[in-house]
């Protein structure tokens, strides 16, 4: 695949000017093995994310700019949210290209190891997942009510 585009990942300033207000363009991966994967495969393109969280459904965030042959620059917001591993940004026909081709590069990325854990409330369940020598693993346990309920307290969820 030729490369259109140039990635660098951005810091939080920068992704709370460039990327407020933009919304999902498309998921990076199609299996749930992907989207374990997914992280890892970040990782060793563009080292640590903005943030990590324990909420399953807001994990992690990268800022990444694309920056075309000519000198544009478009702004996207690499995330796993509630539908998974995605990229969001603006809707119009250059960062829908940067969109797919920074997809391509992270999903063909030799994934880094890692160890998450964290929290799917939905289930509700802790979740352990990560990847080990290449090979994405995830563990779940389903919690209590009362689990439940001091997790919610702990991360601030209405409850």
Same mark, same amino acid.
Request: proline share 4%; with cysteine.
């Given at each position: 695949?030729?490369?259109?585009?140039?990635?660098?990942?951005?810091?939080?300033?920068?992704?709370?000017?460039?990327?407020?207000?933009?919304?999902?363009?498309?998921?990076?991966?199609?299996?749930?093995?992907?989207?374990?994967? *997914?992280?890892?495969?970040?990782?060793?393109?563009?080292?640590?994310?903005?943030?990590?969280?324990?909420?399953?459904?807001?994990?992690?965030?990268? *800022?990444?700019?694309?920056?075309?042959?000519?000198?544009?620059?478009?702004?996207?917001?690499?995330?796993?949210?509630?539908?998974?591993?995605?990229?969001?940004?603006?809707?119009?026909?250059?960062?829908?290209?940067?969109?797919?081709?920074?997809?391509?590069?992270?999903?063909?990325?030799?994934?880094?190891?890692?160890?998450?854990?964290?929290?799917?409330?939905?289930?509700? *369940?802790?979740?352990?997942?990560?990847?080990?020598?290449?090979?994405?693993?995830?563990?779940?346990?389903?919690?209590?009510?009362?689990?439940?309920?001091?997790? *919610?307290?702990?991360?601030?969820?209405?409850?």
């Amino acid at each position: 695949m030729e490369s259109r585009f140039e990635f660098k990942a951005q810091d939080m300033e920068t992704m709370n000017r460039e990327t407020g207000g933009t919304s999902k363009i498309r998921n990076i991966a199609q299996t749930p093995e992907g989207e374990i994967l *997914c992280l890892g495969q970040l990782k060793t393109l563009f080292g640590e994310p903005l943030y990590i969280s324990e909420d399953l459904e807001d994990q992690y965030a990268y *800022c990444i700019m694309a920056v075309d042959g000519d000198g544009k620059e478009i702004y996207l917001h690499a995330y796993s949210g509630p539908s998974g591993a995605a990229i969001g940004g603006g809707q119009d026909a250059d960062s829908r290209a940067a969109a797919d081709e920074l997809a391509e590069r992270i999903v063909s990325a030799h994934p880094s190891d890692y160890d998450y854990e964290g929290y799917y409330m939905d289930g509700p *369940c802790s979740v352990k997942m990560g990847v080990r020598n290449g090979e994405p693993y995830m563990e779940e346990e389903s919690l209590s009510e009362e689990e439940m309920i001091k997790l *919610c307290e702990e991360m601030g969820f209405d409850i």
